[in-house]
C-alpha cells in the first residue's frame, strides 16, 4: 500500500506565476489536509478537505490560494500569482474515514522555492 | 482555546545521554496526542501516540512518551540516543478530529 504522494517533490517558479502542488492520499483515505512549513517554524495548518468538499479552510490565506480535492483525482493546492513569500515546504497528510484520534499520514512534501 | 506548546525550540545533547522533549497541551475537551519526527528534507513520521489506556506509550526507535493528564503533557523521552535521533520532534494534538502541531524541537545529537 503505497504512502502518501505528493509532486513536483520540488517547485520553482518566478514572482507571478501560478504554483500546482499535487497530493494523492493513501489508498482508502478520503480526508486530505494540507499543512505549509516555513523556514525554522513548524507545521501550520491551511486546509482539510474531503472528497468534492472543503470542511475547514481557516487557515487558508484569503486571496490567492484555493484547494480542492475532485472525486476522481489527486488534491490540488494551488498558489496564484506567487511571492517570495510563499516559499516554503508544503506537505500533505491523509486519514482514514474512521481514523480514530484522527491520525494523519504524511506525504514527502514539495518545496516551493519563488525567485 | 486549543493549543499545543513545545517548551525547548533546540535540544543538544551528547551522544548515548537521555533526552526528554517536552509538550504541553491546552484543551478543555478530550484530546488524542502524537509526537512526529522530521528527518532532514523528509515528511513526518508517526513516532507514537495516545489514544487511551496506559498513560506510557513506546514508539519506534526507543522512544516513550507519558501522558499527564494533571499537568497537561506529553512529554518524549529516550534514555540513550544515537547521532542518527539528529531530527525535527513535533508533538501534535487532536481537539474534536482538528489537528495542531507545536512549534517542533529541534534535537542535535553530538558525538
Known amino acids: 500500500n503505497a504512502g502518501v504522494m505528493q509532486n513536483p517533490r520540488h517547485l520553482v517558479r518566478r514572482r507571478g506565476q501560478e504554483a500546482r502542488l499535487r497530493c494523492s492520499p493513501m489508498k482508502g483515505h478520503s480526508h486530505v489536509y494540507w499543512y505549509r512549513q516555513l523556514p525554522e517554524e513548524g507545521l501550520k495548518f491551511m486546509v482539510y478537505l474531503q472528497k468534492e468538499n472543503i470542511i475547514d479552510e481557516s487557515g487558508m490565506p484569503k486571496e490567492r490560494f484555493s484547494a480542492e480535492f475532485p472525486k476522481e483525482g489527486p488534491s490540488i493546492l494551488r498558489i496564484q500569482q506567487v511571492v517570495r513569500g510563499d516559499s516554503a515546504a508544503y506537505f500533505c497528510?491523509?486519514?482514514?474515514?474512521?481514523?480514530?484520534?484522527?491520525?494523519?499520514?504524511f506525504g514527502p512534501g514539495t518545496r516551493l522555492t519563488v525567485l | 482555546a486549543q493549543s499545543v506548546t513545545q517548551l525547548d525550540s533546540q535540544v543538544p545533547v551528547f551522544e548515548e545521554a537521555p533526552v526528554e522533549l517536552r509538550c504541553n497541551y491546552s484543551?478543555?475537551?478530550?484530546?488524542?496526542l502524537f509526537w512526529y519526527v522530521q528527518y532532514p528534507n523528509q515528511g513526518l513520521q508517526l513516532l507514537l501516540k495516545?489514544?487511551?489506556?496506559?498513560?506510557l506509550v513506546k514508539g519506534i526507535n526507543g522512544f516513550e512518551a507519558e501522558f499527564n493528564k494533571s499537568q497537561t503533557s506529553f512529554h518524549l523521552r529516550k534514555p540513550s540516543v544515537h547521532i542518527s535521533d539528529t531530527a525535527e520532534y513535533f508533538c501534535a494534538a487532536t481537539f474534536n478530529n482538528d489537528m495542531r502541531f507545536g512549534a517542533g524541537t529541534r534535537l542535535t545529537v553530538k558525538p
Open positions: 495516545y489514544l487511551s489506556g496506559s498513560t
Open positions: 497528510a491523509s486519514s482514514p474515514r474512521t481514523s480514530v484520534g484522527n491520525e494523519q499520514f
Open positions: 484543551s478543555s475537551v478530550s484530546v488524542y
